[in-house]
């Protein structure tokens, strides 16, 4: 924690300064002489380091790469550890190889087998590496001949990286530019490692990088160049402006936020100048469906524009944010990155509520964004749940309480409950690693997954950091509570719930205790629940003896237990703390968190313009830096100094211009998809997207009870979550996360053909848009109004659909016949006939079109209103009464217009 | 900018020359110059079927056993022969060992990428990822290359593909997902498709005219943003498709005459297996099927014996056994591969881990010569015995029997020229 923040302080004073070229004097006076300078020369050669020079440079030549010797089995029998950071291991592999002999010679330095192996002279299936008599030669050769020592207590720890220049704003392509990168130690050594670090360019289109930090321009955008040494990631942002308009000519554009501010700095860096304001009918739709998750109604989109007021945006958002649909929307959203599957919940009891589970799970979240509860309280009600809610609640008064959710008569509001334990109980988070990479993935948005085998190749984590960091949930236990003795427990109470069925036969009797189980939970009786506590640990050292029995049983028992230490932060003693999980809550709130607030940030940016600031957005690591470092550390700072107030951040970014441009393109931001110069268009998730289609379709009474009827909702309560099937069809086909991998890509919104074969012609879809005895349709109403079909006139249609189909088969045959050749001329005269036949009938069947009953004009702008929320142009007005005109029956018209109206992309993208 | 070479010293530019992979020497531009001079047969290629094998299966327990291997690496199974004479596979394939003239036995491939999703992504596009840029799957390339008859999906995935297809090509070149797997002697129920509701196909046409005349707010737009324009291309094929009686045909199973469904078992597996050559049939250019469950980190031989192998080998022999049948074995390439192999060491917990430097891959049909096994890892399944053969080179040969070469660029939305295989070269031993 400590090196990060201080990390990003510096960044934030550095970038103050932006020049192409670099003032290579700039932070330490003195300028410190290159790896090649200092061992070129073998005789006056510094004596090198082996963690601070020889293991970064066997990792910059490739040596502890994974297609080398990095690799999980080595390679010709050599390993080192990947991206070499284990320096024990590493130091042994190289020097203590009896097997092999002669990696390291010190008696004849120049004959060890790393040298001779590195310049090919003996050969390596690698190819050369480094050059015989060259510096990078000479500097092993000095070590090896200096007696070939480890020293990774000498050096101590590693402090940060610096790199110069802080930027690079190229002016054309194929300039180029030299970095300098300068490794600050804890001890105050400060030395020049340009040739011994590895760089890394994430868009070669715009730069790339040499191995010796040379950076070229390739093309206009913006990036950034990466620095590894030991473990330090350090990023450097990289442009060529996209346009001639930067400097002077950047034409003047007001500001009226901070965001606003942040994020013009960064366009106007690159020559990208912002569209204009979206217009009233544009805002609204987008905030409506950002914020809520829902369409605006007909009669909102009305009122909106009739509204004159200057503020009636930021009074809209302030509604909106008080609304049930916003809490349902981001409930959902947090059930996604907390992992909610309701086929994980399993083994709460002696029978299996999930769906029920997952719902109070849902449940629990939403009532606390509803009332703004601050974030960091809500997590912690997550992150430190236990079962019993308080130190002097026995066992049977926990096992009543969880049994009062679940009653049949008037069960209690899980809300009321301070915390939420099932986060904890998911089948797939059972074991400590599993439960360090949720936690991460849920609540800081890093990735650490790498770091479990090996050090992070884009980030700072090491596989220490990872052992340790998993170390906090070792002792966290979703079962019988081990710690207390009581004389009603989990264990007696089964026990006596198993004795009480009378079954000896094991199947019938976990049949007959799931019932008898149930039956407790349904009436609010204590109930054998499993609960959810933080183990004692014994912190007594094991003998050798206990320790080679364990060894026994397990060969991989490993009898160093791993302090627990928070990511980049400190080791912390479990004897301070009964349970572990809450110094990481105490480190996640702490102000200089660069994760905790940061994480939540990003992730509500992303759902407001299709990225994150950093980008994806679950993916926090050194190597993949924010797109506008200044303006997530402003949102993330003053989301904490709010006392992290959600609402807060919803409005800073919502009131922003930046929120409220079009989509619109100019010249200069139409390839733009990353500094937010633009709306950038998006399907909508699947659960906004069903809604709108049931909004859209459904009669004008129902639309504002569905609007805020939750509990109907798609975008409400999940409890098919994680189930797929013909229920969870249309759901599943528009891409909702199924919340089983700690990944928010699980949510897809790329379109698909079964997409667009769902708007158009799936039978559920149809059926909404006709309505049915269950739902009432618009069109249902109109047809009401309209008098409903005759029976006469139900029969005419009927026959004159059979009258076009039966004229389509012969077309058929004809053309079938034709396509043969063996058509006989009276046979065709024949089919011809027929075809006139059915022809006539038609058209005597469809007659002269009714007059409508309603005021096609009206029902024109509702249909525009329902579906993209904004009115008619004069031209669609004119087309669509044309369409109504020539329909038979009106209504059919207007079901025609308005599926038509959901099959558009203007329906189903967020603009 | 230097480039690495790498350590396993396949300099991806050189030509090749010794040991089992002699054919590999011939790099494609000399290729196309040889084709052009008619110095090698046309591609025959038509369609491809691609089965992926999820999870990363063992090498060494299916088609790489090692039976002189110690204890610590050998595994469980033996092996047995195949009506290929020297050709042996694990005693669990027996069907597969009945037709291993009709395909080929890669050995030795190799790459260095042991996490699921990169080795996935690199075995799926032929391009090892990088962090700038995602490279566009097989299927979406071939959708791309080659035409499918309006009323079908060029690419479709049983039951589907998962996420990242179409790389940097935009989401119209997409997999058609059926969404579920089809079920022995019934009609795929791809909804969406029948005409239901009343709905006529005049009702049909009507409607399409009807979108286009609706759709209309973007403007200009419309045919720049990746979005839009995927979209769009979607509402046109699901409007031919919606049309068409064949395309429902197509995924009907009951169509299929008795002797070809004898073939497959009844399981989702070879069900699958049996839609992809009926889907072929009607025209699909490009079709995924996925088997799962090859993770076998614990009990990997309890895992390949009773659910694994069994299943591989009813699915695939049908598949092999069916083209040839009905006469499109030569016409259909098919390309089967997981991930990467397994560690040929056996961890504590009797299963293997990831281990990509020596796999497996099979190649069939498309004019591709079956009853060979090409490459060969060492002793003890560690790594290739000679020269490795590369995802590159796979993906180049797989093109190459479709008639695609792999050598043309392509340009990102961003203008960034990329070749559909940037280093593969072409196992010339799969077209002699």
């Avoid at chain 1, 010249?667 to 990353?674: G, I, S, V």
Wanted: charged letters at 25%.
């Amino acid at each position: 924690m400590q090196k990060a923040n201080r990390l990003s302080l510096w960044l934030l004073t550095c970038l103050a300064s932006i020049s192409l070229i670099a003032p290579l004097t700039a932070a330490p006076s003195v300028k410190q002489p290159s790896a090649s300078e200092r061992w070129t020369n073998l005789e006056k050669a510094d004596s090198p380091s082996f963690r601070r020079h020889v293991v970064p440079l066997m990792s910059r030549s490739g040596c502890s790469g994974r297609e080398c010797h990095g690799s999980f089995s080595g390679q010709g029998g050599f390993q080192l550890s990947l991206f070499g950071y284990d320096f024990e291991k590493d130091h042994k592999e190289i020097t203590d190889d009896q097997e092999d002999g002669v990696r390291v010679d010190k008696k004849d330095p120049t004959q060890s087998l790393i040298l001779l192996k590195a310049t090919n002279e003996e050969h390596h299936k690698g190819k050369e590496r480094i050059k015989k008599g060259s510096w990078e030669y000479n500097l092993i050769l000095k070590w090896i001949s200096e007696g070939a020592k480890i020293d990774v207590a000498e050096t101590g720890e590693f402090e940060r990286l610096e790199v110069l220049p802080k930027e690079i704003v190229f002016k054309k392509t194929d300039e180029t530019v030299q970095l300098r990168v300068l490794a600050h130690w804890k001890d105050g050594t400060v030395e020049d490692v340009t040739q011994i670090t590895r760089f890394r360019t994430n868009d070669d289109t715009v730069s790339n990088v040499s191995d010796t930090g040379e950076v070229k321009c390739t093309g206009p955008g913006d990036t950034h160049i990466v620095a590894f040494y030991d473990n330090g990631v350090h990023p450097i942002p990289v442009m060529l402006p996209v346009s001639d308009k930067v400097g002077p000519k950047y034409p003047k554009i007001v500001t009226n936020t901070k965001v606003d501010e942040l994020v013009l700095d960064k366009l106007r860096k690159v020559g990208i100048v912002p569209s204009d304001k979206a217009s009233d009918t544009e805002f609204l739709r987008r905030v409506s469906l950002d914020v809520t998750g829902t369409l605006p109604t007909p009669s909102e989109v009305r009122e909106f524009v009739a509204d004159k007021s200057a503020d009636k945006r930021a009074k809209k958002i302030d509604e909106l944010l008080n609304r049930p649909a916003y809490a349902a929307w981001w409930a959902t959203q947090m059930c996604d990155w907390t992992g909610n599957n309701a086929a994980q919940l399993r083994g709460a009891g002696e029978k299996d509520f999930n769906t029920e589970l997952s719902r109070l799970w849902y449940d629990w979240i939403e009532a606390r964004i509803a009332k703004n509860e601050p974030y960091d309280k809500l997590v912690a009600g997550i992150v430190l749940a236990t079962g019993r809610t308080s130190p002097d609640q026995s066992y049977l008064d926990y096992a009543k309480e969880m049994s009062s959710y679940l009653t049949k008569n008037h069960p209690a509001d899980i809300a009321d409950r301070p915390n939420m334990p099932f986060f904890w109980l998911r089948q797939n988070v059972r074991k400590p690693q599993e439960k360090a990479l949720a936690f991460a993935h849920s609540f800081l948005g890093v990735r650490i997954e790498c770091a479990e085998c090996h050090k992070h190749p884009f980030d700072q984590w090491t596989k220490n950091d990872f052992q340790q960091f998993q170390a906090f949930f070792e002792p966290i236990s979703y079962g019988a509570n081990s710690n207390v003795k009581e004389t009603v427990s989990y264990k007696s109470m089964a026990e006596k719930l198993r004795e009480e069925t009378g079954e000896t036969d094991k199947k019938k009797q976990k049949k007959a205790v799931e019932a008898a189980f149930e039956k407790l939970v349904r009436a609010g009786e204590p109930a054998p629940w499993q609960e959810l506590f933080v183990k004692r640990i014994s912190t007594r050292k094991l003998s050798d003896k206990e320790i080679a029995k364990l060894k026994q049983k397990n060969p991989n028992y490993n009898s160093r237990v791993a302090t627990p230490k928070i990511l980049g932060g400190e080791e912390v003693s479990l004897t301070d703390y009964p349970d572990p999980r809450a110094p990481l809550m105490d480190w996640m709130r702490d102000p200089q968190n660069a994760y905790f607030a940061r994480s939540y940030v990003n992730r509500v940016w992303a759902n407001y313009f299709g990225r994150g600031i950093v980008e994806p957005a679950d993916d926090m690591n050194l190597a993949n830096p924010p797109v506008n470092k200044e303006l997530m550390d402003y949102l993330a700072e003053g989301f904490v100094a709010k006392g992290f107030d959600m609402k807060w951040l919803h409005r800073e970014i919502l009131n922003s211009d930046t929120y409220q441009r079009t989509w619109k393109p100019n010249d200069t931001n139409r390839l733009d998809e990353k500094n937010f110069s633009h709306m950038v268009l998006r399907r909508l998730p699947a659960e906004v997207a069903m809604d709108a289609i049931a909004l859209a379709t459904t009669s004008s009474q129902q639309q504002s009870i569905f609007a805020g009827d939750i509990e109907k909702r798609a975008i409400g309560p999940n409890v098919g979550s994680g189930r797929k099937g013909q229920s969870g069809y249309a759901l599943t086909t528009f891409g909702k996360p199924a919340r089983l991998t700690n990944c928010d890509c699980e949510r897809t919104s790329d379109p698909t053909l079964l997409q667009t074969l769902f708007t158009r012609n799936d039978p559920e879809l149809l059926t909404k848009l006709e309505g049915s005895s269950k739902d009432n349709a618009w069109i249902t109403e109109l047809r009401r109004m309209n008098g409903s079909f005759s029976a006469e006139e139900k029969k005419a249609d009927g026959e004159l659909r059979k009258a076009r189909a039966t004229r389509q088969n012969l077309k058929k045959r004809k053309e079938m016949a034709l396509a043969k050749g063996n058509a006989k001329p009276e046979e065709l005269k024949k089919v011809d006939e027929l075809i006139a036949a059915t022809e006539a009938k038609e058209k005597e069947l469809t007659g002269t079109p009714k007059a409508p009953a309603f005021n096609q004009e009206e029902v024109i702008q509702e249909i525009y209103l329902r579906t993209v929320s904004r009115f008619p142009t004069a031209d669609e007005m004119a087309k669509a009464k044309e369409d109504l005109a020539s329909a038979k029956d009106p209504v059919d018209g207007v079901r025609d217009v308005l599926w038509a109206m959901l099959n558009a992309r203007e329906f189903l993208v967020n603009h | 900018m230097a480039t690495h070479s790498y350590c396993d010293g396949v300099n991806r530019r050189d030509f090749l020359r010794v040991g089992a992979l002699a054919g590999i020497g011939l790099s494609l531009p000399n290729f196309l110059q040889l084709q052009a001079q008619g110095g090698v047969t046309p591609a025959k290629g038509k369609a491809a079927i691609f089965v992926r094998l999820s999870g990363g299966p063992s090498h060494m327990d299916t088609f790489d056993l090692k039976p002189d291997a110690p204890d610590t690496h050998r595994g469980e199974f033996k092996e047995i022969a195949t009506n290929v004479p020297g050709v042996r596979i694990s005693e669990h394939l027996p069907k597969l060992a009945q037709c291993a003239d009709k395909f080929t036995i890669l050995r030795g491939v190799s790459h260095t990428l042991a996490a699921h999703e990169l080795g996935t992504a690199y075995m799926m596009t032929g391009n090892r990822p990088i962090a700038s840029l995602r490279y566009p799957s097989y299927g979406s390339v071939v959708s791309r290359e080659m035409n499918a008859p309006e009323y079908l999906p060029p690419f479709v995935a049983i039951p589907n593909y998962g996420n990242y297809a179409t790389g940097f090509m935009g989401p119209e070149y997409g997999p058609f997902e059926t969404g579920s797997a089809p079920q022995a002697g019934r009609a795929m129920e791809v909804r969406g498709l029948a005409l239901r509701n009343g709905v006529t196909l005049e009702d049909v046409d009507r409607r399409q005219n009807l979108v286009k005349r609706y759709d209309t707010a973007f403007g200009e737009y419309a045919k720049e943003d990746k979005l839009l324009a995927g979209m769009d291309q979607f509402g046109q094929k699901a409007y031919e498709m919606m049309r068409s009686e064949k395309s429902r045909e197509a995924f009907d199973l009951r169509k299929e005459s008795e002797n070809i469904t004898k073939m497959f078992g009844t399981d989702q597996f070879s069900q699958s297996c049996l839609l992809a050559t009926r889907l072929v049939e009607s025209g699909v250019r490009f079709v995924t099927v996925t088997l799962g469950g090859w993770d076998t980190h614990q009990n990997n031989w309890e895992t390949l014996k009773n659910k694994n192998l069994p299943t591989l080998d009813a699915g695939l022999a049908g598949l092999f056994t069916s083209l040839a049948a009905k006469g499109m074995l030569d016409t259909t390439s098919v390309f089967v591969t997981g991930e990467f192999g397994r560690t040929p060491k056996i961890n504590a917990r009797g299963g293997r881990d990831h281990y990509p430097r020596a796999m497996f891959c099979l190649l069939a049909g498309g004019g591709m010569q079956g009853g060979q096994v090409i490459g060969a890892s060492d002793a003890k399944g560690e790594g290739p015995k000679d020269k490795a053969i590369t995802p590159d080179d796979v993906a180049a040969t797989f093109y190459r029997s479709l008639g695609i070469d792999p050598t043309k660029e392509y340009h990102t939305p961003s203008g960034r020229p990329v070749m559909i295989v940037r280093y593969g070269k072409v196992i010339n031993e799969m077209f002699s």
